[in-house]
């Protein structure tokens, strides 16, 4: 079973990765659009994943949809510039510390 078709360690590091590169762009070029493509892609994994533990493989459950949640929890407000700073750096902070995890010899014997 799989919410988000993440089955592997490289499966969830690929989607890590591609949203951390979203983020870095949102960083180096901030504005609206980019804060905006972030902050809505972190909104639509969230929404896609919340309440369905169930229907999660071990690594969306151990890896994927923590780092969404706390990400998407400390994202920017997009209509508000003053979060814009702080709020991408907690998603790089949270989207660098799960995929770290997948790294972690005791962390991957445990998703699997």
């Known amino acids: 079973m799989s919410v988000y078709g993440i089955h592997t360690a490289d499966d969830c590091k690929r989607a890590l990765e591609e949203l951390l590169a ?9 504005n609206k659009e980019t804060v905006g493509r972030i902050k809505n ?5 969230y929404k896609q994943g919340d309440n369905k533990d169930d229907a999660m493989s071990e690594f ?23 979060t814009w700073k702080t709020g991408l750096a907690n998603v790089e902070f949270y989207l660098t510390y799960y995929l770290r995890q ?10 699997k």
């Open 41 to 45: 892609a972190l909104h639509n994994y």
């Open 22 to 30: 979203l983020n870095r762009l949102a960083e180096e070029t901030t």
């Open 60 to 82: 969306e459950k151990a890896f994927f949809f923590p780092a969404i949640h706390e990400s998407y929890v400390k994202a920017p407000n997009v209509n508000s510039k003053e």
């Open 102 to 111: 997948l790294d972690a010899p005791t962390q991957m014997d445990a998703a």
